[in-house]
């Protein structure tokens, strides 16, 4: 246990009592009235819910949770403050390491991080990790008390990241916390990125994403909006004309993929970035009397993917007042869905339609507009790269769904504009940065982390990469002589 | 917050912004666009750079009243400011030394084709300017386009000014009387710009058309503006703009522009409706 540990202590129980406390269900709000509003789904836990919760943690001497953590959140420690009601010194411990915890409580897969690696979790369910984090998150939120740590004195040396995403805002944090000066370049004219942008207002309230990036400014982070790196100015520009002695790239997986098959630009086919971007940051949701960004309306909508982007767009469109039917097509059958197993099940309780084992050959149209999708039934053959039984479609399965909307939600790429603009940065052949592990490219004074490097993938890996790549640009920028 | 320092109401709902953007007046290009948003849960739209002056840190945009955004924006005077200007986007212009220019701007496409030919005048290049509008008081940017181009040729729908007709009147003639040229601009509504590709397709003319379908974002992260060049996608805010009109599915691109026409027409209705009620308040006041 560390040094600041709270001078209170938990009940006194045995590990056998603590393993009997059911792990506490997460209030939610009522799936038939949620499908019709765009307020969080899950409440939160009480205090009360929180303690008892945080009293299940046998506070193992050898913590695999941490290790599952891609921030090494030290959660036996935040737990055990949780446990004694000291939720300020909660709120200390896991903003040591993490940067979002409001954010991460919410979106973060835990059953494939913390929770899937929890010592009772072999018996019993696992420690609700993640709610426990936006517990904390939320509480010191509202308390008013957020806590910001004395700086360094000035380093004298100037950090530009680009993008105000996941990974720019941590790395970001991080290195301010260190003393240097930090301005974030972003492109849209808020901060927050894919967290403002993509995930929807009942997943994660942009009201917290502001809080989230209002702290990174506190630490003194300069954020400019309205400012894209690669138009507006180049990398080269920044570092030879502007003074930036470091430059960290995190401009995401910006690029939608679109499926090849005929149809595909009839009005009424979209990409998942259109369409949550229209409703989520351009609160398209209040259209047309408190927004003026249109937004699709269509009476039955298709979403086709699997992951966690597909279920967003499902379960928004599901929450327009206009939608009578929101479909989910997937080509695989369920259990080889990537989105997480919590938001798929509120999707079928909020009412989105799954066609499994479906894949769309076309799109029909009528005078330039979608009036529905050709799709033809998949059965599940051999494993294919990603380790998926592959799907094979069955010959004379065709039908016609009719729609009038599809959203086309089967992946990223990586943004091209930087690669275009930065001569001598290198990429892979899918346009991603190669990086290594403290995420330097191969420019001289150039990082880069994210999904601009793995791919599409989570908040926290970006989190994860952004504070690696800060560490090792202050390790560079230190012994820089100029 | 972006100030608006000079604002001019020209006729037919075209109005004149010069905006103080010092970072976007620094890189803009001709060819290039800037994105707006006016206010907060305003909604972002593409505007080209008509102008700009670096050292000044202006850019001079040339905007038409059309739908409930820039209907408000022509509310707004001198002295207001614009939540969000973002830019420059787009590939600018291809520029070519020792073309022939022949440049065909509609309306308030005029606006769009001034940065253009004035980039062709400064390396050398030999630029005509065809310009046109329904009337002479609906022309703009004559003096502007004078002072860039070699010649200017005029024409309105109904005579009033310069040759009866629209600009593809002139071009056609110019076509057919062989006259030199290298390659062909032209900016302004669709329809204008697929009748400048099917004239100039048979005489093997290069042309360039500048185009303009719904936008959101302005980075190639969400497709809307996607069009067909070619057989082949293109997302005209990375990828264009400016493509080669001879391949450009015109009739896809008319087809999206109509992708949001019902919402559009709606948030139009309330606001009228708004402007209405703001109105007999301030008479009933009175």
């Known amino acids: ?482 | 917050m972006f100030l608006i320092l000079e604002k001019n109401d020209l006729a037919a709902k075209v109005y004149r912004y010069v905006i103080a953007a010092p970072d976007v007046a620094k890189k803009a290009k001709a060819g290039q666009f800037v994105i707006l948003r006016l206010y907060e849960d305003g909604e972002r739209i593409p505007i080209t750079l008509a102008d700009w002056d670096a050292r000044q840190g202006t850019i001079t945009l040339y905007v038409q009243a059309v739908g409930k955004t820039t209907l408000m924006m022509s509310m707004m005077k001198a002295g207001d400011a614009i939540k969000d200007v973002v830019g420059p986007f787009g590939l600018p212009s291809h520029i070519e030394k020792g073309k022939i220019l022949v440049a065909l701007g509609g309306g308030f496409g005029i606006a769009a084709i001034h940065p253009i030919v004035r980039a062709h005048k400064l390396i050398g290049n030999r630029t005509t300017s065809i310009i046109g509008a329904r009337n002479k008081d609906l022309m703009i940017m004559e003096e502007e386009m004078r002072a860039i181009s070699d010649e200017v040729r005029i024409a309105t729908d109904d005579g009033s000014y310069g040759t009866k007709g629209f600009v593809t009147t002139i071009l056609k003639n110019m076509l057919e009387e062989k006259e030199p040229m290298d390659v062909v601009l032209a900016i302004g509504p669709v329809v204008m710009m697929k009748a400048v590709s099917d004239m100039t397709k048979p005489y093997g003319v290069q042309t360039l058309v500048s185009l303009n379908p719904i936008m959101m974002d302005g980075t190639g992260m969400c497709g809307a503006c996607r069009v067909v060049v070619g057989d082949k996608m293109q997302f005209a805010c990375v990828d264009g703009p400016e493509f080669d009109a001879h391949i450009v599915d015109f009739e896809l691109l008319m087809a999206r522009q109509k992708m949001y026409s019902p919402q559009e027409k709606l948030s139009m209705e309330i606001f009228e409706k708004i402007c209405q009620t703001q109105t007999q308040r301030e008479t009933a006041a009175w």
């Open chain 1, 1 to 482: 246990m560390s040094s600041d540990v709270s001078t209170q202590e938990r009940k006194k129980l045995t590990n056998k009592e603590r393993m009997k406390i059911p792990r506490h269900p997460m209030p939610e709000q009522d799936p038939l009235q949620r499908a019709a509003n765009f307020l969080e789904v899950p409440l939160g836990y009480t205090p009360e819910m929180a303690m008892e919760e945080a009293e299940r943690c046998l506070q193992c001497k050898d913590p695999k949770c941490v290790a599952g953590c891609p921030v090494n959140v030290q959660i036996p420690e935040f737990i055990y403050h949780v446990a004694t009601g000291n939720f300020k010194l909660a709120a200390q411990k896991l903003k040591e390491d993490n940067a979002l915890p409001a954010v991460c409580g919410r979106v973060c897969p835990q059953e494939e991080q913390c929770e899937v690696v929890c010592t009772i979790g072999a018996r019993v369910e696992p420690v609700a990790v993640g709610r426990l984090e936006r517990f904390v998150a939320d509480w010191e939120r509202s308390s008013g008390t957020i806590e910001i740590p004395t700086l360094p004195p000035p380093t004298g040396k100037k950090i530009a990241i680009i993008g105000a995403g996941p990974a720019g805002l941590t790395c970001a944090g991080d290195l301010a916390k260190l003393g240097h000066s930090v301005t974030i370049f972003e492109a849209l004219h808020k901060a927050g990125g894919v967290l403002v942008y993509g995930i929807p207002e009942f997943r994660l309230p942009k009201k917290i994403v502001e809080a989230e990036v209002n702290y990174v400014e506190k630490l003194g982070v300069e954020i400019k909006c309205d400012f894209v790196v690669g138009m507006t100015r180049t990398i080269d520009e920044l570092m030879t004309e502007d003074g930036f002695d470091a430059i960290f790239i995190g401009t995401g997986a910006g690029l939608p993929y679109f499926l090849g098959v005929p149809g595909e630009n009839l009005n009424g086919v979209y990409s998942a970035n259109e369409f949550l971007t229209r409703v989520n940051l351009m609160k398209g949701y209040d259209f047309p009397n408190n927004a003026d960004t249109p937004v699709p309306m269509a009476k039955r909508v298709a979403v086709i993917g699997g992951g966690n982007t597909a279920m967003d767009a499902a379960r928004t469109a599901r929450r327009l007042p206009w939608t009578e039917k929101a479909y989910i097509i997937y080509r695989r059958s369920q259990v080889e869905m990537p989105a997480r197993k919590e938001e798929i099940h509120h999707g079928e309780q909020e009412g989105v339609e799954f066609l499994l084992l479906t894949n769309p050959t076309r799109f029909l149209g009528k005078d330039g507009w979608l009036v529905g999708m050709e799709c033809q039934k998949m059965e599940l053959g051999e494993p294919d790269a990603s380790g998926r039984r592959r799907p094979v479609p069955i010959k004379g399965s065709e039908f016609v769904i009719d729609v009038e909307a599809a959203i086309v939600a089967t992946g990223n790429g990586s943004n091209p504009l930087i690669n275009k603009t930065t001569p001598g940065l290198q990429t892979n052949k899918h346009g991603n940065i190669i990086a290594d592990e403290g995420g330097k490219t191969s420019r001289e004074g150039v990082w880069a982390g994210g999904d601009i490097v793995i791919g599409a993938a989570t908040v926290i890996k970006a989190m994860g990469a952004g504070k690696k790549a800060a560490q090792s640009i202050h390790e560079y920028v230190i012994a820089k002589k100029t």
